[in-house]
């Protein structure tokens, strides 16, 4: 079959991702869009990609652009300086000054650096500049303990419909290849090119004045919506079809795209990371369409094919959708009853739950030679490796600390919350982001973490999973909850033993 644009008809050849690249897409088909078509919808794409990146950030999520892992960018809520976020760190972007005394015929700066290079770079700025730098101590490596990065978890809007729409759409010419070509599409083509020109010029948010251009792409947003009744033909989906098999990737993403003969029904259901779930009606079919359902599961952690799909048809239309009287209706009830917020915590907890893996895999391997090391050498190695962790054990400080002060607030016991405030204090000034009291309340629970970590090493206990337990579960959080607890309970006195 000639492969012809199916926007315009023109000879296709661009070799686009069917699922966007930003997002772990690794398959390419040259048979759907002419290059200027492609292109024309690379707003939405950056869209979607801009509205996801904290999360492929976390999950370390590589473009098949550039293939390497996400980094993302937010504010640091106690310095408001800009902190990159990858699945492997989170850190500063730029030196920082921690401290900065007068005296001595000069000045003296306590500096932070996020890297080597960085710290580097700044001293040949400085001398190119004409001032004399002089080290007054060694440089040292140390990890900067951020707390918690706020974040908007957020997706939607007009454009990242409209994102899910020409995915959806993409995916449904390459499956159905002659459908798509038989003008059933039209009026949802319109609607994914107008949308994609609203994105393509920045307006994804409405302003209240906007350039003319925009205004104009606006109004043929709202022309191209008409045959759809003024809404978008794409809603959020909060129940999907009973009988769905589960998604073959963890964080997998998946397009299911049919054809129901009964009506004639073109539908679409987009899941992402199997928890933010779309449907989509695309058009009617021509009469004696055969029905049939392809679904396409996609690992966005996949580095290269082969495994980085599965796919699977059905000669039924399990699928097919109902779209809702209003398209805004599911999504309203669905954020009034806290379906989206709860399909973002799950997702979240799962992310969690992920990286405590990772981590448990790499530091069971950092701690292998510990079998056959002498008790003493066995227990430096353990410090040695917690020390690199001091983000992950602050996390469960944080998290007992937090579990008593709700327990407290709970039975009235008000007096003991300042105590437990200052227990994880931050201090931005710090050169380790942490208040003096914090920075021992941390080092209690790293130590209390080695000891134990060293008795199940001699009892030959300490694999991954009992190191995934320690450092982010259950007998973790108890052991940590005793160090760093266990102190102010005792000034306390009679306190109801802390949560874990
Ligand atoms: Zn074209």
């Known amino acids: 079959m000639a492969k012809t644009c199916i926007v315009c008809g023109k000879t296709a050849g661009s070799r686009e991702h ?11 088909n040259s048979g759907i869009y002419c290059p200027e078509h492609d292109n024309s919808y690379s707003g939405l794409v950056n869209e979607i990609a801009g509205q996801l990146d904290f999360v492929n950030a976390y999950l370390g999520v590589r473009s098949d652009h550039s293939g390497q892992p996400k980094t993302a960018y937010a504010k640091h809520t106690l310095t408001g300086e800009i902190i990159s976020i990858s699945a492997s760190e989170i850190k500063f972007t730029k030196p920082r000054v921690i401290s900065h005394t007068q005296g001595g015929g000069g000045e003296a700066l306590q500096l932070s650096f996020p890297s080597q290079q960085s710290a580097k770079q700044f001293i040949k700025e400085m ?28 997706f939607g809007g007009a454009c990242g419909l409209g994102a899910i729409a020409y995915i959806a759409q993409t995916f449904f010419a390459q499956e159905f290849p002659e459908i798509a070509r038989s003008g059933v599409l039209s009026d949802f083509i319109a609607y ?19 350039r003319e251009e925009l205004i104009t792409a606006r109004s043929a947003l709202t022309a191209s919506l008409a045959p759809f009744e003024g809404t978008a033909p794409v809603w959020w989906e909060f129940s999907p079809p009973t009988g769905t098999r589960r998604n073959k990737f963890e964080f997998g993403h998946r397009v299911t795209v049919g054809v129901d003969a009964f009506d004639g029904q073109i539908y679409g259901r987009v899941a992402l990371f199997s928890t933010l779930t779309f ?29 980085d799909i599965e796919k699977y048809q059905l000669f039924s239309a399990l699928g097919r959708v109902h779209a809702p009287k209003n398209t805004t209706e599911g999504l309203s009830e669905a954020i009034a009853n806290g379906t989206q917020a709860h399909a973002f915590t799950n997702l979240l907890e799962r992310l969690t739950e992920h990286q405590l893996v990772n981590l448990a895999h790499a530091i069971s391997k950092a701690l292998a030679p510990c079998s056959t090391m002498s008790p003493p050498e066995a227990r430096t190695l353990i410090d040695k490796v917690l020390d690199e962790q001091p983000q992950q054990i602050w996390r469960m400080v944080t998290s007992v600390v937090q579990g008593l002060k709700k327990e407290m607030a709970k039975g009235s016991l008000d007096a003991i919350l300042p105590v437990l405030d200052a ?9 380790s982001g942490l208040s003096q009291q914090a920075e021992v309340a941390l080092a209690l629970a790293k130590a209390a973490l080695a000891a134990q970590m060293e008795e199940d090493c001699t009892a030959g206990l300490l694999n991954e999973e009992r190191i995934a337990e320690l450092l982010g579960r259950g007998p973790g959080l108890h052991i940590v909850g005793q160090a760093v607890l266990a102190p102010v309970l005792q000034v306390f006195g009679g306190m109801p033993t802390p949560p874990t």
Request: proline residues 7%.
């Open 423 to 431: 227990l994880i204090a931050h201090n931005a000034q710090s050169a």
């Open 192 to 210: 994914t090119q107008a949308i994609a020109k609203v994105a393509a010029l920045g307006g994804s948010e409405q302003k209240t004045e906007e």
């Open 127 to 154: 001398e190119a500049k004409g001032h004399a730098m002089v080290l007054q101590s060694k440089p040292s490596l140390r990890p900067y303990i951020t707390g918690a990065v706020h974040h908007q978890l957020t």
């Open 18 to 28: 069917v699922f966007p690249a930003a997002l772990g897409g690794r398959r390419t």
């Open 279 to 307: 449907a989509l009606r695309l058009g009617t079919a021509p009469r004696n369409s055969a029905v049939r359902e392809v679904t396409v599961d996609i690992d966005p952690l996949a580095k290269h094919p082969p495994n």
